[in-house]
Structures are given as C-alpha cells and as structure tokens.
C-alpha cells in the first residue's frame, strides 16, 4: 500500500491472487452434498459411428482421441485443476494440479461381445456408481470400443456438478465437438501449471475479497438511498423471495419406494422420441416442450406406482424442475447459475390432456414467482457471509423428502456434431441424485431428437426398464390424445359435408 499524494484520503486497493479461483457458493454446495451414497458427478453417454477412428482390428484410435483432447484443453483450464481449501475458513478453491495425467482422465475401455446396448448400460451405471477423485481435476472420459462389433464406439463423459451445469456443459460439448466432420488435429499448445498459492496468500486474499466488497457497497450507498421507498421495497421483495425458496424445501412430499435413502450403486437406462412428435403434441394440446416433458413422466410415474401397489390418488408427488439463470453473456462460463422450481405433478389425474393443462398451469404460476430470485439472494447473502449457509439451507431441505425426483430438459443442438469425424448418434445425459432421491430424468435435445437418460438407485429401482416403457405408454397416450384434437380441428374446419 503506497502513501498518496498530499490532500488526498488513504484508500487500500488489495490485489487479488491469480493463481486460484475461488468456488461460489452454490458451486461448493456440490461438494458439502457428497457423501459414499450421494455422488454429485453428471453425466452422458454419447454413442458415435466409429469411421476414421475405427482401427483395423476393429478397436478405436484412443491415441488420437488424447492427442484431440489435449489439443483443446487450453480452452477448458478448469480440466487441469484440482481443489484445495483456504485456511480457517476452508472454503474450496481451484488451483492448478502440477501432476496432471491425461491418460488417467481419458480412460480405455471395451464391451465384451456381443457389445450390445444393454451391456453399454450396465457399464454406463458401473461408472456413474463410482465417486472422482477430489486429488485430481474432477472429470474422467470413458472411451468404449466394441459396440456393434466395432461400427460403433461410446464416450462415457463424468463431471463433478461443481465444476458445471448443465447449460455450461452443453457449451464445452460444443468445445470438444464440432459440425464439420473434417477437423485437424493441431498441436497441443504448452501448459505451465501457475505456482501452488500459500495457505497465507489464500486466507489474505479471501480478506482482501471481503474488504473489496464491503468497499463496493460503501460506495453504491449515495445512489440508493436517493430513493429510500425503492430500496426498502426490493429490500422486502428480496427477503419474500427468499421466504419462498426456502419454505418450498420444507413441505415433504408422500413417501414412496423410490424416494428412500440411497445406496452407492446405480442404474442407468434411455430412451428417444422424435422431437418433431414432441412439438406436434404442443401445437395440438397447448403449453410448452418442458410442460409436455412434465406431463409425460407424470403419467409414466402414476403407472409405475400403480405397479408398486400404490393408489397414486392419494400421493403428493413433486419434481424438482432445475431452471437455469445464465444471461448469454455467461454461456460458455464454467460453474453454476442455477434454480429450482418444485411443481407437484397430477399423478391423481387418469386424463392424459387433464395432466397436460393442470401441468403447464402449475408451471406458469411457479414460473411467476419469486423462486428464481430467492435463490439469487440466498447465493448472494452466502457469498458475503459464507457458502455454509447455502449448504446448510440445502442440506436441510433434502433431509426430508422435498421432491419425488429431479426432471432436467437441456436443449442441445439441433445440427450432427462430429469428434474427429466419428459422428455423433446419441446423447443420453446424467442427473445426479441428491438424499432420499431413487430417481433422477435428464432430457437433452439433438439433432432433431429428444434423449432421456434415467439414472436411478440400484435396490430402489431395479426395475428401472418398466419404468421406461411406462415413459414410452405415458407420451403414446398424449400423441393419440393430439392426433384425435387435430382431427376435431379439421373436421370443425370443414364444416358440415353437403347433403
């Protein structure tokens, strides 16, 4: 701190560390969530037309790909860094990792014959079921040769959920993958890991953090008490919001077979509708693709439940919808921007049209509220005071039983993407499962098709599959529901036929 010139005041200007970053606290939350049971890691599993890194004996070029991956990490430099914790306050922060092996993160792997789908499955839940190594960046590919007798191959992608989300993932998919099947291969550039930081430099820049923003607020003051009555009221509106968000997490909903503690293990299954089918059902029937996502898992669960001997009429069931806040000028930004919405789902309605309208009405009236901000205060108020509160609030609510399940739809892009030419099928995205939650749906749209991935606890749901052919049954009955309101249309359209 230099001495200023005479007649002007002292101001203290702390330089922040560059060589960490520190974890939000919505991003750390990921990590307080963790336990043997609770891996907080998503997901995919793409599966690729082998082409030009099909290799004679009918393997796959995991050289390339490595070579490929290296070539691109320079845009990802979280991939190369681990987390360490700053001093009495030990919050996480990510500094790079000196001993970064790619070899250890893009693994090698094959199906045994016949390589089937089903067997890429069972492996797909082997992954998911073990946790990522907190000693090193948190993230491992799988690449698996021999599906489909070597034509096809898949890439199991693993990612801590404090590193992304989901919209954020979709744009380092974008990184990795590209719309021209004709991509070169450049050099990987060089890469010199930034200097381990102190525990003294972590815990003064913290403190220099803090001042920093304190200063910030002090300055911004005179503007906002220009108008007392506008501040007093976003004050009270921010305190609402933040009442509503945190009472939605204390109201549990019916305890059911697939809402019970978890286990280390998991299943994972999927499935695919054409998303053009998805879009006809919304014309026809009225609200969103999300509502028509919704609705569809609403009646597929008032089956499976029904399977399970459980009266679904008299079941509170809730999903926990997440909703995303990141502005376009953060996509392609790392971490987390996101909210929770909680609709209860009409499994008490046998109408598939009812469960539509009653769906798309309760998420327009969410939609309304002010949940998207409560999350934004509480994440605000946890980065000033500390991310324990956040996890604290979090950690609270799913004690209990919030929510049924997690129902995640991220729309991806509708064009054929491409890794070295192998070009990519299928998407079949991963949701990670938090307390008292057997079952967690992601949704991602590609390339004119709509993948879900259905990632579920071992000894809750072993019989995951039925719960997917009741997802299939469940939209069968909205199409044939919009096939028939077109088909009133026309006729209504047509008028009366001449005698």
Same mark, same amino acid.
């Given at each position: 701190?230099?001495?200023?010139?005479?007649?002007?005041?002292?101001?203290?200007?702390?330089?922040?560390?560059?060589?960490?970053?520190?974890?939000?606290?919505?991003?750390?939350?990921?990590?307080?969530?963790?336990?043997?049971?609770?891996?907080?890691?998503?997901?995919?599993? +793409?599966?690729?037309?082998?082409?030009?890194?099909?290799?004679?004996?009918?393997?796959?070029?995991?050289?390339?790909?490595?070579?490929?991956?290296? /070539?691109?990490?320079?845009?990802?430099?979280?991939?190369?860094?681990?987390?360490?914790?700053?001093?009495?306050?030990?919050?996480?922060?990510?500094?790079?990792?000196?001993?970064?092996?790619?070899?250890?993160?893009?693994?090698?792997?094959?199906?045994?014959?016949?390589?089937?789908?089903?067997?890429?499955?069972?492996?797909?839940?082997?992954?998911? /079921?073990?946790?990522?190594?907190?000693?090193?960046?948190?993230?491992?590919?799988?690449?698996?040769?021999?599906?489909?007798?070597?034509?096809?191959?898949?890439?199991?992608?693993?990612?801590?959920?404090?590193?992304?989300?989901?919209?954020?993932?979709?744009?380092?998919?974008?990184?990795?993958?590209?719309?021209?099947?004709?991509?070169?291969?450049?050099?990987?550039?060089?890469?010199?890991?930034?200097?381990?930081?102190? =525990?003294?430099?972590?815990?003064?820049?913290?403190?220099?953090?803090?001042?920093?923003?304190?200063?910030?607020?002090?300055?911004?003051?005179?503007?906002?008490?220009?108008?007392?009555?506008?501040?007093?009221?976003? @004050?009270?509106?921010?305190?609402?919001?933040?009442?509503?968000?945190? =009472?939605?997490?204390?109201?549990?909903? /019916?305890?059911?077979?697939?809402?019970?503690?978890?286990?280390?293990?998991?299943?994972?299954?999927?499935?695919?509708?054409? +998303?053009?089918?998805?879009?006809?059902?919304?014309?026809?029937?009225? =609200?969103?693709?999300?509502?028509?996502?919704?609705?569809?898992?609403?009646?597929?669960?008032?089956?499976?439940?029904?399977?399970?001997?459980?009266?679904?009429?008299?079941?509170?069931?809730?999903?926990?919808?997440?909703?995303?806040?990141?502005?376009?000028?953060?996509?392609?930004?790392?971490?987390?921007? @996101?909210?929770?919405?909680?609709?209860?789902?009409?499994?008490?309605?046998?109408?598939?049209?009812?469960? +539509?309208?009653?769906?798309?009405?309760?998420?327009?009236?969410?939609?309304?509220?002010?949940?998207?901000?409560?999350?934004?205060?509480?994440?605000?108020?946890?980065?000033?005071?500390?991310?324990?509160?956040?996890?604290?609030?979090?950690?609270?609510?799913?004690?209990?039983?919030?929510?049924?399940?997690?129902?995640?739809?991220?729309?991806?892009?509708?064009?054929?993407?491409?890794?070295?030419?192998?070009?990519?099928?299928?998407?079949?995205?991963?949701?990670?499962?938090?307390?008292?939650?057997?079952?967690?749906?992601? +949704?991602?749209?590609?390339?004119?098709?709509?993948?879900?991935?259905?990632?579920?606890?071992?000894?809750?749901?072993?019989?995951?599959?039925?719960?997917?052919?009741?997802?299939?049954?469940?939209?069968?009955?909205?199409?044939?529901?919009?096939?028939?309101?077109?088909?009133? /249309?026309?006729?209504?359209?047509?008028?009366?036929?001449?005698?």
């Amino acid at each position: 701190m230099a001495r200023p010139s005479r007649g002007a005041s002292w101001v203290y200007a702390p330089e922040m560390p560059d060589s960490y970053e520190r974890l939000s606290a919505q991003d750390a939350t990921f990590l307080d969530l963790e336990t043997p049971s609770h891996h907080q890691h998503i997901a995919a599993t +793409l599966v690729f037309s082998s082409g030009p890194l099909r290799t004679p004996d009918g393997g796959v070029d995991i050289d390339r790909i490595r070579e490929y991956v290296d /070539s691109r990490l320079h845009l990802l430099p979280r991939y190369r860094q681990r987390l360490a914790r700053i001093p009495v306050e030990n919050h996480p922060v990510w500094v790079d990792d000196p001993h970064f092996n790619l070899g250890y993160h893009v693994r090698h792997t094959a199906l045994p014959l016949p390589g089937d789908a089903s067997q890429l499955k069972e492996l797909s839940g082997r992954v998911l /079921s073990q946790p990522l190594d907190r000693e090193r960046p948190l993230w491992e590919i799988w690449v698996v040769e021999g599906l489909d007798g070597g034509d096809r191959f898949a890439m199991i992608q693993k990612v801590h959920h404090c590193m992304i989300d989901g919209v954020s993932g979709v744009d380092l998919m974008a990184i990795l993958m590209s719309p021209d099947a004709e991509v070169l291969c450049p050099p990987a550039p060089p890469w010199k890991p930034r200097p381990m930081p102190s =525990g003294i430099d972590m815990l003064t820049g913290d403190l220099a953090r803090r001042f920093s923003e304190a200063a910030e607020v002090v300055r911004s003051a005179p503007e906002l008490l220009r108008d007392p009555f506008a501040l007093a009221g976003r @004050i009270r509106e921010g305190a609402q919001a933040l009442g509503e968000t945190l =009472g939605a997490g204390l109201h549990n909903t /019916s305890e059911t077979p697939i809402n019970q503690p978890l286990g280390p293990h998991r299943k994972f299954d999927w499935h695919e509708i054409d +998303l053009a089918r998805v879009k006809r059902v919304k014309q026809s029937l009225g =609200g969103t693709v999300n509502d028509v996502v919704l609705a569809t898992v609403t009646g597929a669960l008032r089956s499976f439940l029904r399977l399970r001997r459980l009266d679904p009429e008299s079941l509170e069931i809730r999903a926990n919808v997440p909703v995303s806040l990141r502005s376009e000028e953060e996509r392609g930004t790392l971490g987390n921007r @996101i909210a929770l919405l909680m609709p209860e789902l009409p499994v008490d309605e046998a109408d598939p049209v009812a469960r +539509l309208d009653r769906v798309h009405a309760t998420m327009a009236e969410l939609k309304d509220s002010r949940l998207a901000m409560g999350a934004q205060v509480l994440a605000a108020v946890s980065e000033w005071t500390s991310a324990t509160l956040l996890s604290l609030a979090v950690r609270s609510a799913a004690r209990g039983r919030p929510y049924t399940l997690v129902v995640t739809n991220v729309p991806g892009p509708q064009l054929p993407l491409y890794l070295l030419g192998a070009k990519v099928e299928a998407c079949y995205p991963v949701v990670n499962l938090l307390p008292n939650q057997g079952l967690g749906v992601a +949704l991602f749209s590609y390339s004119g098709t709509l993948y879900w991935g259905f990632t579920a606890d071992l000894d809750q749901l072993p019989d995951l599959g039925s719960f997917v052919n009741a997802v299939d049954e469940s939209f069968r009955e909205l199409e044939a529901a919009a096939e028939a309101e077109d088909k009133r /249309s026309n006729q209504a359209l047509a008028g009366p036929r001449p005698a």
